[in-house]
Each structure stands twice: as structure tokens, then as C-alpha cells.
């Protein structure tokens, strides 16, 4: 596990997750008053127009109670129309019409008609545009009808300046109460969502940040709050995968110092076991009829016991180079492979070599022949541990599909111990004979793995098979 040491930064208070909360809020807020802006201002506009139009009415009402509208003291139709703030109102009903206005007042040129009898949103929405970008110096006509009454109906002109000032009046204040309104908000959750959030997620990011520097130190895993829901998990799940991580690490630790110290212990026992083998080489040629009896056993125990510990060496050092294939004949590798397995010129087994001359291929040929002395080694023990087989008989074959070359080591011998068949493959297990260390297929599997390829037991009525599977492109003629 190589772990890169480079630390992350953790982001500032003002960049970061919070940051884009915050954003993210007051843009939407800002976002939904525009909506709702231009209605309310449009229903500000209708209402304010709605109230000229009642103090038309009522003045219109005056003019209809006098029988001589035209011959009113000047003065009085002037307050009337002061106060409705209109330069002129004009009273139909009933196919006569009404008009007062102001004494001084020039006839007025052209005026913009709002129909106040025409009131759906659209057109009040768009009403409220038009006074917002054209309007200011123009005239109006508000025409309405009196309540009930659908054929009185009355208009007042007057300037269209007062409407825009206070439709400007109002956008600024609710411009203003958006922004407040904003501001709060954000300021809300944001204290809401920091602590709930964003604090938690910064205590778990940086403790992830620190604990990655030193993971080796416990007092850095994490400490769970009491919260159940997702936070709460995450805090419960990191300081579970920390705690786990401490541990592995610690064990990785103590496994590579015993493996260390198991070297060289190792290393010194074979020095020993070496000498004490040619003593007691020695030994066995004393012509004391005890020492004879008993010398053969002690020196295949030296034996044994110098082969293991050499084995576990060879184990501890092997392996670290890659392959290096080359092109190899597999017919001549593997009759190699026999002879080093001690099935040359075998007193009772026989060995078939049925790979066909001229087959090369490409593999590293120390690492393939010790894969296949491994293989034939362990047959011809097997046989030699029951020496009561029938016709002892020990093939080499292979089969070519597309996808790949496959080597079969097959027998006819007493097949696998079921104690060898449980940890087949696992160094310092798979052993199920005496003086085995349980090296041999472990290391085939992993030298077979090494060149792209598989290593399988196959289940057999009787005997053993074993199967060196490779990719077709291992095959070079
Ligand atoms: N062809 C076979 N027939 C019967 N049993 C076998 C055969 N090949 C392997 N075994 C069994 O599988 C076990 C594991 O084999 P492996 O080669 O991994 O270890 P080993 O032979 O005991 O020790 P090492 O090879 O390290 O000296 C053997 O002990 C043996 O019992
Ligand atoms: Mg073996």
C-alpha cells in the first residue's frame, strides 16, 4: 500500500461549501421577488388608479346633482378637480356627456387611455411597463364606470407623473424589503446550515486531511457524535474504516518485523543444520553397528530439516523479479523438469512426455521449470508414498484453444489428501505429507499468475490433475 503524502489545503471560512450555500440562497430569493415583483406592482398601480377613479365618481356625482353643471362657480368645480387630482372629468350617462376642467388648463393634447374596465392580469402587468418606461410626462384617461351602474361611465385626465413616482416609490421599497428580506434569510440558514452542515463536514474533512499525514496515530481517528442521520453515519463509518486502517497497518508492521526476524533465524539454523548434517555424514560411516542402525534416520532428518529451512529462505527471497520471457521448447523444458524431479530412468514410474517437439514458448525458463518441477516432484512423492500403484504413470499434455495454451500434468496416483485439498495453493499450508513445507504449489500458482496465467487443480475420478493455463500469445512457433 503506497499511500501519496501530499496534504490537501482546507478551504477558508469564506470559500468552499458555505459560500455556495450562501449564494446559491440569495440568488434564488432575489429570483422568486422578481416574479412576484411585477404583479404587487401591478396591483399597486390598479388600486391607485381605482382611487382616482372612486373621487371622479364622487365628484361626477356632484355634477349630476346640480341641474346646471356648466353654470358652477368656477371655484367649486376647481376644488372638485383639485382634489381628484385631474385636470379634466367628463360624466356620459345616458347619451349626454359632462365636462368640467380646470380653468387655466390648455385642452389637453393627445392622452394615453387606461380602461379600467379591462382588468386581467396581463393587461395590468403590461399597463405597469408601459408607465414604468414611457410614462412620466403624459397624460392619462382613466375611464371606469360607477359601480353597478354600466352606463355611467367616467373619465378623468391627469397627468400620469404622480402614478410613476409612486410606482417608483413603491419598487424601491420592496426592492429594499427583498434585500433585507435576503440578508436575513441567508443569515438564518447560514447558521442553520454551519451548524448542521458545514461544520461537521469540515471537522470529518480535516480529521480525513490529518489522518491521512499519520495514520499510524490512534488518537487521530475520529470521534463519533451522537447524531443518527447521515452525518452522524458518515462520522460512525470513518471511524470504523480509521480504527480498521490502524489496525491493518499495525499488523502489516508486525508481520513484516516477524518475517524479518523469521529470516534470520532461519538463516542461522540452515548455517547450523548444515554443519550438524556433514557430522553426522560423518557419523553414519562409523562402523558401530548402533550408529548404523541409527544413522540413516539422522541424516534424512538433517536433511529434511536443512531442505526446509533452505525452501523458507528460497521463499522469503524469491519472486521479486518479474519474468523474462524468452523463447523456450517445452518438449526439452519440461524433460529438464523431469530429470530435476528425479523421474529420469525412475525404478517404477513412468513418465510421458506428450508435448509434441517444437513448441516454443515465450516464458521466463528458471521460473517455468521450477513450476514444473514443483508439479512432478509432487507427483512422484505422492507415488512413492504408496508404493502399491498400479502401473505408476505420470503425462505432460497440452491443448490449444484460441484464447489459450493449456498444460496438463495429470497422474494416476492416490489423488490429494482432503487435507492437502483444503488450503491447496496456500504457502506453509497446503502441505499433507511428512517433510513438506507446503511451498511447492503455492509458489507454481504464483509464478504461473506472474506470466498472465492460471494454475488449477482439476478434479479427477482418480489420480491427480494439475493445469498450466496461458494466453494464446505465449505460444511463439
Ligand atoms: N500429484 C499429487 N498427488 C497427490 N498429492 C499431491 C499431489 N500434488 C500435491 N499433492 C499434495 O498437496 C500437498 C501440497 O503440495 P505442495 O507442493 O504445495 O507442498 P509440499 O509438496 O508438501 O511441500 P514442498 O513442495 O514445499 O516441499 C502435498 O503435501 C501433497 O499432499
Ligand atoms: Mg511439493
Known amino acids: ?25 440569495v440568488i434564488v430569493i432575489l429570483a422568486v421577488e422578481v416574479v412576484i415583483y411585477l404583479p404587487s406592482a401591478a396591483g399597486y398601480r390598479t388600486s391607485w388608479l381605482d382611487d382616482r377613479l372612486r373621487v371622479g365618481v364622487v365628484a361626477a356625482r356632484v355634477l349630476d346633482a346640480v341641474p346646471d353643471a356648466m353654470n358652477l362657480p368656477r371655484m367649486l368645480t376647481d376644488r372638485l378637480l383639485t382634489s381628484a387630482g385631474a385636470q379634466a372629468i367628463v360624466y356620459r350617462h345616458e347619451g349626454q ?48 364606470e ?10 378623468i385626465l391627469m397627468s400620469e407623473a404622480p402614478l410613476k413616482a409612486g410606482l417608483l416609490g413603491y419598487s424601491r421599497n420592496l426592492l429594499l424589503l427583498s ?36 495514520p499510524e496515530n490512534a488518537a487521530l481517528i475520529v470521534t463519533p457524535t451522537a447524531r443518527r442521520d447521515e452525518i452522524g453515519i458518515m462520522e460512525q463509518e470513518l471511524a470504523a474504516m480509521e480504527t480498521d486502517i490502524f489496525s491493518m497497518l499495525r499488523q502489516r508492521r508486525h508481520l513484516a518485523d516477524l518475517g524479518l526476524a523469521v ?84 525404478p517404477a514410474i513412468r513418465f510421458v512426455n506428450a508435448v509434441p517437439d517444437a513448441v516454443s514458448i515465450s516464458v ?39 484464447e489459450s495454451l493449456t498444460i496438463a500434468i495429470t497422474d494416476n496416483g492416490p489423488g490429494l489428501p482432503p487435507r492437502a485439498r483444503e488450503n491447496l495453493f496456500v504457502a506453509f499450508e497446503g502441505s499433507a505429507r511428512p517433510g513438506g513445507t507446503g511451498l511447492g504449489l503455492a509458489i507454481a500458482r504464483e509464478l504461473t499468475e506472474a506470466h498472465g496465467g492460471k494454475l488449477a487443480y482439476v478434479p479427477q475420478e482418480r489420480g491427480t490433475r494439475f493445469e498450466v493455463t496461458l494466453p494464446a500469445a505465449t505460444r511463439v512457433a
Open 97 to 144: 356627456s359632462q365636462l368640467i376642467e380646470l380653468e387655466n388648463a390648455e385642452t389637453p393634447r393627445e392622452a394615453v387611455t387606461v380602461d379600467m374596465r379591462i382588468r386581467d392580469p396581463a393587461t395590468q402587468i403590461l399597463g405597469t411597463l408601459d408607465t414604468l418606461f414611457f410614462g412620466g410626462d403624459r397624460i392619462i384617461r382613466i375611464v371606469g
Open 179 to 214: 434585500l433585507i428580506l435576503a440578508v436575513i434569510t441567508s443569515a438564518v440558514l447560514y447558521v442553520l446550515v454551519s451548524r448542521i452542515l458545514i461544520l461537521p463536514i469540515r471537522r470529518l474533512t480535516a480529521n480525513m486531511v490529518g489522518y491521512r499525514q499519520a
Open 364 to 402: 521466463d525458463p528458471d521460473q517455468f521449470a521450477r513450476i514444473f518441477v514443483n508439479l512432478l516432484k509432487n507427483a512422484r512423492e505422492a507415488f512413492e508414498a504408496n508404493p502399491n500403484t498400479v502401473s505408476p504413470t505420470l503425462e505432460v499434455a497440452i491443448a490449444e484453444t484460441p
Open 263 to 346: 529470516a534470520k533465524i532461519n538463516h542461522d539454523l540452515r548455517n547450523t543444520l548444515t554443519s550438524a548434517q556433514l557430522l553426522s555424514d560423518q557419523v553414519a560411516t562409523l562402523d558401530d553397528p548402533k550408529v548404523q542402525r541409527l544413522a540413516p534416520r539422522l541424516v534424512q532428518s538433517m536433511d529434511r530439516a536443512v531442505a526446509f529451512a533452505q525452501s523458507v529462505l528460497d521463499y522469503g527471497r524469491q519472486n521479486v523479479t518479474p519474468p523474462r520471457p524468452v523463447p523456450v521448447d517445452l518438449h526439452l523444458l519440461l524433460d529438464e523438469a523431469a530429470f530435476d524431479a528425479g523421474l529420469v530412468a525412475h
Open 1 to 25: 500500500m503506497k499511500m501519496a503524502k501530499q496534504s490537501r489545503a482546507m478551504p477558508g471560512p469564506f470559500s468552499g461549501l458555505s459560500v455556495k450555500i450562501i449564494m446559491t440562497i
Open 146 to 155: 360607477e359601480i353597478g351602474q354600466q352606463e355611467r361611465i367616467v373619465e
